[in-house]
């Protein structure tokens, strides 16, 4: 069992930076891969980053590499997302997940899910 709180969303400039926050509550928090995803209104859910249980492995949609950053602290079994050079593309409420043991681009791996917090893009 799991519980995920997503927190750190707002309304931001585009160039501007986020930096998100998801504490998970669970026993076996640093046995298991944390994720990001995100939804925007009318697409599907989508993949956006991942860390293994190390946080030294760490994959990228190909839509945010190189300006988005995934980390963990398993002493304080929390993910992280630092978004930088934030895009009116970026806007989607973002969902942290977990309870798989290999990081996974795909949601259907992910047990536990966040139920997400708002990030708006806008000038």
């Known amino acids: 069992q799991a519980q995920l709180v997503e927190s750190g969303g707002g309304l931001v400039q585009p160039g501007d930076s986020l930096r998100l926050s998801c504490a998970v509550s669970?026993?076996?928090?640093?046995?298991?891969?944390l994720a990001w995803f995100r939804q925007a209104p009318g697409k599907d859910r989508e993949f956006v980053a991942a860390v293994g249980r190390s946080g030294s492995d760490a994959g990228y949609a190909d839509s945010v590499k190189g300006r988005f950053s995934i980390s963990r602290d398993n002493a304080e079994k929390s993910v992280y997302l630092q978004m930088n050079s934030l895009k009116p593309d970026d806007t989607a409420v973002y969902y942290c997940?977990?309870?798989?043991?290999?990081?996974?681009?795909?949601?259907?791996?992910?047990?536990?899910w966040g139920h997400g917090t708002q990030v708006t893009v806008s000038s």
């Open positions: 669970a026993r076996t928090f640093s046995h298991w891969a």
């Open positions: 997940a977990t309870g798989t043991p290999i990081p996974s681009s795909t949601a259907r791996h992910y047990v536990y």
